[in-house]
């Protein structure tokens, strides 16, 4: 694969951005790898979410390793993937920028959409009370595509496809 093309696409933002809805149609349109960060959080930070407890960087930590390794997995296996995952800091996405061809893709939303998303979200540890902690923590990335996460879900995919110069499984058309 040409080195300048993307192998890796992590899907970022704070909860309610539409992750993993976004990063999982986007795995499918591709033929990718699909990886949902929130599968690698231990069970004592998912419990603390549950309880309403914003995760500290002690807490993290271990889960950024865990994605990081997933990441360097894929790469060294000639693998594409795309992996949904907050990455709320710049240091976080360093730690996942493992090689050349991991790139950010980054689900931008206001607070008031964001709320009304985790208000409506069912069988989630994430609730809206910790959106403003996630909200506080955010360093908005100036290195990702940048998208409205308002925008329909196969507005999104198209546009991650054509911005990175990518190939689906099928022929998308425009938006």
Known sequence: MDRGEPAIL???????????????????ALGWRFLDGDAL????SIDKMRRGIPLT?????????????????????GERAVIACSA?????????????????????GGPPLLRERL?????????????????ATLEEPRDALTLDADLPVDVLVRRVIRAYGLKGKRTEAGD
């Open 10 to 28: 992590v899907v970022m933002g704070v909860s309610g951005a539409g992750k993993t809805t976004v990063g999982g149609a986007l795995a499918r």
């Open 41 to 44: 959080h231990s069970p004592a």
């Open 88 to 108: 709320l800091k710049r240091t976080h996405r360093s730690r996942l920028r493992v090689g050349p061809g991991v790139r950010f893709v980054y689900l931008k």
């Open 57 to 77: 960087e002690a807490d993290r930590d271990p889960w950024l390793e865990r994605l990081r390794q997933a990441t360097a997995s894929y790469l060294a296996a």
């Open 119 to 135: 208000r409506h979200r069912r069988g989630h540890y994430m609730k809206a009370p910790l959106l403003e902690s996630q909200l």
